[in-house]
């Protein structure tokens, strides 16, 4: 019999305690953002049905859901708002009674230091569905900017950790630095939709967040999914304007981009493993086609290995219980 190689990686395989110590990629609970949606009113908690397990809550019971992730173990959330009623213009995002608006307050006085994130953008506020102000049947890019960045002003004087600018508008960026550092909120974090594309894969988001446009889609400001230079021109502008944090969405089907925008700039990327992505694990578990946890993490820590610092999951309190209790993949 020949001789065998004497390089044997299954070496290095052989037990569960040999692949722990030279595990090149670690998920852990600090990289979770646990988003959340609030709607107006008090007491009310109604399941999402395409997102199980996620709910639509009032700002009460929303400190309560924020408490139970803090407990595990996660650092931030980040909030959706659902406003008693719409308009075209989305008054509802930039009102300082708003319904995110008083959730931050409320987090805030109960848990100081969870990280509050909050998404910036018109979408669940408008009676149309799109992401900003709508002049001739067009989302027109220089009267939304007015909009979005009166909204990311509402949520720092309300006591945002955060505001994440998600509407692909053209400037934004540099729209929502400006007009924070006027009026006196230097220190507040950017963290920009800065890569997001017009994905098949938020469905059942724009269930929850009753986003849905009511005319035709977003295709003219949010990215074309085959374009990858475009997303790192994006990337590069965001940062170029001020964003302290950017965030490429989706996360599983631009494990490239992911990849590549951390190879090349130096800042914070953050990773939205979207409603789609969370659902079909569900849908395929629940029918016993799919280990969950199993599913869950090795998405999750494929995320991760692609170069995401954190990740934004409807998963993140699952995924916290599973990492406490020492499951790995």
Known sequence: MASFPQIRLRRLRRTAAL????????LHVTDLIYPLFVVAGRGVKKEIPSLPGNFHLSSDLLVKEAESAANLGIPAVLLFGLPKTKDDTGSGAYNAKGVVQ???????????ELVIITDVCLCQYTNHGQCGV??????????????????????????????APSDMMDGRVAAVRGELDTNGFQNTIILSYAAKYASAFYGPFREAAESTPQFGDRCSYQLDPPNLRQALYEVEMDIQEGADIIMVKPALAYLDIIAQVRQRFYVPVAAFNVSGEFAMIKAAAEKGWLNEE??????????????????????AKEVARWLKSGNLI
């Open 19 to 26: 692949r722990e110590m030279v595990q090149e990629t670690r």
């Open 102 to 112: 008083q959730a931050i307050k409320e987090i805030k006085r109960a848990m100081p």
């Open 134 to 163: 709508v002049v001739d049947g067009y989302v027109d890019n220089d009267k939304t900017l007015e909009l979005i960045t009166r909204t990311a002003l509402s949520h720092a004087e309300a006591g945002a950790d955060m505001v």
């Open 294 to 315: 199993a599913c869950v993490m090795e998405v999750l820590t494929a995320i991760k290995r692609a170069g995401a610092d954190l990740i934004v999951t409807y998963h």
